[in-house]
Each structure stands twice: as structure tokens, then as C-alpha cells.
T-cell receptor, first 111, second 112 residues
Framework: GQQLNQSPQSMFIQEGEDVSMNCTSSSIFNTWLWYKQEPGEGPVLLIALYKAGELTSNGRLTAQFGITRKDSFLNISASIPSDVGIYFCAGRGTGANNLFFGTGTRLTVIP | SQTIHQWPATLVQPVGSPLSLECTVEGTSNPNLYWYRQAAGRGLQLLFYSVGIGQISSEVPQNLSASRPQDRQFILSSKKLLLSDSGFYLC???????????FGEGSRLTVL
């Protein structure tokens, strides 16, 4: 299946810093989603985006659906230790079960 | 509210032994159900999905199989495990194909 290119692969940041990660695809998507997975658990949906150009926030998290519909980014402001985990983007195209996940960004926050 | 539960949480099995992982969803009717596998440090690979009782779609040819005997029950099985079957198995549900998935806690399988 299609893979989304997610970058960076990993990040080590100091507590309090802002974080930015992005996801790109060669195909256009109708929906972009961001999930977070903590160690030993299943991913949890953070933000879902449904329209090109849409900018949505969830607390300290902000995500945008790129105008070209081929990319999305996620920002985390003022990081805290509990932000640690793997962040996955996902894009949904048309048709049944046309959902593709990115390769993940592993975030480490240093207190 | 909706909940999803899968078990067992951890499993260590010898090569060639059978496998059965179970997943149940509560608080919703006729959900889409999914099995994903995640190798260590890697992304999510869709194995099977189901839109209804007895309806299974396979995404990757392998020695695993899935069944949906009841509306909110999804089972992942194997008759003979391979070393390469080791990984973290995740069950998930959704309403339709919105992309909004709700994952279970995961089952970590180690095949020795």
C-alpha cells in the first residue's frame, strides 16, 4: 500500500520548546489525521482535518491540511514530558478503506 | 461510551503453534473492524478489515486469518506461527471509512 513520507523520523527536544513535523504524499487526500502512540499502547486520534487549508487546534496541538491536499503538518507548542511518543499522520483517499499511515515521528522530550 | 478491548496483552509462543487474538467493541453497532500489525519501531500495517459479520477483507497475503463471528467481535488466528509473525497487534474500530480509528490496547506477540 501507499506510504506517506513523514519527517523528521525522530526528534529530541528540550521541555518547553515547540515541535513541528510534517507529512507528504504523492496523492491527494480528502482527510488528514494525526495520531499519537505512547509506549506499549494503541494510537490515539489527536486531530482530524477534512478540508484543504483547514487549521485545527487541540490544546497545544495545531494541525493543518495543506492547500495542495498532498501534505499536512502538526505543531506542538511548549512541549512537556508527556508529549513523548510516536506521532503518525494518516491520509484518507476516496473509496472504501483507503487509509494510509505515515512512518511515524518519534518524539523525545528532555526535562 | 464506546470501548474496545483486546486480549491477551502479551503472548510468547513457539514457532509452529496456533494463535488466537480476540477483540471486542462495546457501545456501538455495526462498526468496521480492523487488525493492524506493528513491527518494532515501525509503522502500522493493515492486515484485515471487516464491514460486517462474516465479511473479511485481507490486505496482505500471509499465514494469518481473521473472523468476525459476531457484530462486535473480531478474531485474529493462525494455525502455525512463524518467527516473522512477532510484533505488536492492534485491533481498531471505526464508523464507516472516515479514517477516524479507535484502537485497542494492543497485543504483543513474540514467536520463539
Amino acid at each position: 500500500g501507499q506510504q506517506l513520507n513523514q519527517s523528521p523520523q525522530s526528534m529530541f527536544i528540550q521541555e518547553g520548546e515547540d515541535v513541528s513535523m510534517n507529512c507528504t504524499s504523492s496523492s491527494i487526500f480528502n482527510t488528514w489525521l494525526w495520531y499519537k502512540q505512547e509506549p506499549g499502547e494503541g494510537p490515539v486520534l489527536l486531530i482530524a482535518l477534512y478540508k484543504a487549508g483547514e487549521l485545527t487546534s487541540n490544546g497545544r496541538l495545531t494541525a493543518q491540511f495543506g492547500i495542495t491536499r498532498k501534505d499536512s503538518f502538526l505543531n506542538i507548542s511548549a512541549s512537556i514530558p508527556s508529549d513523548v511518543g510516536i506521532y503518525f499522520c494518516a491520509g484518507r483517499g476516496t473509496g472504501a478503506n483507503n487509509l494510509f499511515f505515515g512512518t511515524g515521528t518519534r518524539l523525545t522530550v528532555i526535562p | 461510551s464506546q470501548t474496545i478491548h483486546q486480549w491477551p496483552a502479551t503472548l510468547v509462543q513457539p514457532v509452529g503453534s496456533p494463535l488466537s487474538l480476540e477483540c471486542t467493541v462495546e457501545g456501538t453497532s455495526n462498526p468496521n473492524l480492523y487488525w493492524y500489525r506493528q513491527a518494532a519501531g515501525r509503522g502500522l500495517q493493515l492486515l484485515f478489515y471487516s464491514v460486517g459479520i462474516g465479511q473479511i477483507s485481507s490486505e496482505v497475503p500471509q499465514n494469518l486469518s481473521a473472523s468476525r463471528p459476531q457484530d462486535r467481535q473480531f478474531i485474529l488466528s493462525s494455525k502455525k506461527l512463524l518467527l516473522s509473525d512477532s510484533g505488536f497487534y492492534l485491533c481498531a474500530w471505526s464508523v464507516g471509512f472516515t479514517g477516524e480509528l479507535f484502537f485497542g490496547e494492543g497485543s504483543r506477540l513474540t514467536v520463539l
